[in-house]
């Protein structure tokens, strides 16, 4: 199985803002609240509209745990959710497929994220890149490892650090 990295560059990842942004906006919306949010990709899909619409502060319960999970959108990241749900239904997905109306598949995410990377010059990308980049990041700004490892529901910090690429 191969073992993803988080994006450590914050020019990377605006690069690979600007390629997904580019093709589709709910791609790149997928992408930014992915990394912004350090949510399960399986949680980022069954999200709906009616989760996020006229909100600051999301609340989940996540699917793997049963735990409640609750994160912050910025304000501009909440002026781009609503622009891109005005014309959609409460109870319709964030992240629908074009064809069926139900969220995208985890493979599509993947083919995704794993095209937008290579065309800024990445690989070792999935779909957990997205969770990853979050704690990377996260750790950088607060080095609180004990806060990441509680939102991860990891074991100990060592394995927090070890997921998201930090070597002690």
Known sequence: ????????????IEQ??????EQSIRDWLLFTIGIN???????????????VKDRSVVSIKEEKTGKA??????PQLKTYIEEYIQYMD????LFP??????PIKRIRVYRILNEAAKQVGLNDIG???LRKTYGYHYYLRTKNVSVLRDLFNQSAPSVTLKYI????
Request: glycine fraction near 6%; hydrophobic fraction near 35%.
């Open 69 to 74: 999970k609750t994160f912050q959108l910025s």
């Open 90 to 93: 409460s109870d319709a997905y």
């Open 1 to 12: 199985m191969q073992v993803v990295q988080p994006i450590r560059e914050q020019e990377k």
């Open 37 to 51: 949010s350090g949510l399960h990709l399986s949680d980022l899909l069954f999200l709906k509209v009616s989760d």
């Open 16 to 21: 690979i803002q600007a390629v997904l942004k």
């Open 97 to 102: 497929s074009q064809r069926t109306g139900n």
């Open 127 to 129: 779909t957990h890149t």
């Open 165 to 168: 690429g930090v070597k002690e």
